[in-house]
């Protein structure tokens, strides 16, 4: 933390990574508590003075940060001293797109944690949607790869709050905002791609919670686009990303066409938490991102997360519990050696009955 204010710019990035590890590995609620003021000062520093990356490290801390203070005063607290600042730089066009996708993110995220005003809520949703929107993503409505990153911030923070908006206005999104996504279908990065189907499908979502009737004359133009995504083999993409892309928009489709969600599991721990909807399944990646291998840890162990996502308080087990939990080193051997047999033999069958065939 006193590295932050250091004269040299490689010092200040160094500690910001060394935060940003630290701030997503463990919850230190208490330890930040008396220092957030010192720490939201020093962020603000590099959020307006350094460049590039050692801004883009800032918006990550920051958004940690006001992850560990949570939904109380001291959240709102740091949110408000900084949302003009993230704003600023989000929507300046000459700033780094790095940073820029990191202060996308961190207004979203802290805006879902923090936010206490409608007022908050609403101006972040228009600032996210000027980022992503086709007037600004380029000539002929769909965004250019090289700002695919940028827009991709920007647009899940902008979904992330959606799952939060109060059924007034998300309503008014309804009815004439979500038409601003099939365009983004166009895009040349698969990332983005992915991303507006999985908003659009959330929107269905939503629209169906609110017994609402999202239907429009470009629907069926809609579905027939999800199909061809679904569907895509143009030999000029990567191979897993035709292969992820083609997975994703199969159950996009199918979830618009017949309103079933594919259902998925996280392990935690002793703990399983199952991912049953678009906004629950947007909200899991939205933390997943920025805590990356540091979610397990604070599903099990941060009280916002857990209440978040309906975990209940976090479980006390005591040594003994935990050795009994753990499957022994034999244990796994026997299970993989038994699973490496079974799959052996299942493979075994379908290359003879390919060889019969031929």
């Not at 940690?64 to 001293?81: A, H, K, N, T, W």
């Not at 983004?184 to 992915?194: H, N, P």
């Not at 030999?235 to 079933?260: C, N, P, W």
């Given at each position: 933390m006193d590295n932050l204010l250091d004269k040299s710019a490689k010092a200040r990035q160094a500690a910001l990574q060394s935060l940003r590890l630290a701030l997503s590995s463990r919850t230190l609620s208490e330890f930040l508590l008396e220092r957030r003021l010192t720490l939201t000062d020093s962020l603000e520093k590099c959020l307006?003075?350094?460049?590039?990356?050692e801004q883009a490290l800032a918006g990550t801390?920051?958004?940690?940060?006001?992850?560990?203070?949570?939904?109380?005063?001291?959240?709102?607290?740091?949110?408000?001293?900084?949302?003009?600042?993230?704003?600023?730089?989000?929507?300046?066009?000459?700033?780094?797109?790095?940073?820029?996708?990191?202060?996308?993110?961190?207004?979203?995220?802290?805006?879902?944690?923090?936010?206490?005003?409608?007022?908050?809520?609403?101006?972040?949703?228009?600032?996210?949607?000027?980022?992503?929107?086709?007037?600004?993503?380029?000539?002929?409505?769909?965004?250019?790869?090289?700002?695919?990153?940028?827009?991709?911030?920007?647009?899940?923070?902008?979904?992330?709050?959606?799952?939060?908006?109060?059924p007034s206005h998300l309503r008014s999104i309804l009815d004439n905002r979500w038409l601003q996504l099939p365009p983004?279908?166009?895009?040349?990065?698969?990332?983005?791609?992915?991303l507006a189907g999985e908003t659009i499908a959330l929107l269905f979502e939503l629209a169906q919670d609110l017994e609402e009737d999202l239907?429009?004359?470009?629907?069926?133009?809609?579905?027939?686009?999800?199909?061809?995504?679904?569907?895509?083999?143009?030999?000029?993409?990567?191979?897993?990303?035709?292969?992820?892309?083609?997975?994703?928009?199969?159950?996009?489709?199918?979830?618009?066409?017949?309103?079933?969600?594919?259902?998925?599991?996280?392990r935690f721990g002793l703990e399983c938490m199952y991912l049953d909807s678009w906004a629950r399944q947007r909200t899991y990646q939205a933390f997943k991102e920025v805590l990356g291998s540091g979610i397990h840890h604070h599903l099990q162990n941060n009280e916002l997360l857990r209440e978040i996502f309906g975990l209940g308080p976090p479980l006390v087990l005591d040594a003994a519990a935990l050795k009994a939990s753990k499957v022994s080193r034999f244990e796994k051997h026997l299970y993989n050696s038994a699973a490496f047999k079974a799959r052996t033999k299942a493979r075994s069958r379908v290359r003879d009955k390919r060889a019969d065939v031929l």
């Open positions: 307006k003075k350094g460049k590039g990356e801390v920051l958004t940690l940060l006001c992850l560990q203070m949570g939904s109380g005063p001291e959240g709102e607290e740091v949110f408000r001293s900084l949302k003009p600042l993230l704003i600023s730089i989000l929507t300046d066009s000459t700033a780094s797109p790095s940073a820029r996708q990191s202060c996308a993110t961190a207004l979203g995220m802290c805006c879902y944690i923090a936010a206490a005003d409608l007022e908050d809520l609403v101006s972040c949703l228009s600032c996210l949607e000027g980022i992503f929107s086709p007037p600004s993503t380029g000539e002929g409505g769909s965004a250019p790869a090289q700002h695919g990153p940028l827009h991709c911030g920007a647009l899940q923070s902008w979904s992330l709050l959606l799952t939060i908006c109060p983004l279908l166009t895009s040349s990065s698969v990332a983005l791609r992915i239907c429009h004359q470009d629907t069926e133009f809609l579905c027939t686009q999800l199909k061809v995504l679904a569907t895509e083999s143009n030999k000029y993409r990567a191979k897993t990303d035709r292969r992820r892309q083609r997975s994703i928009f199969r159950d996009i489709l199918h979830f618009i066409e017949s309103g079933e969600y594919q259902e998925e599991t996280v």
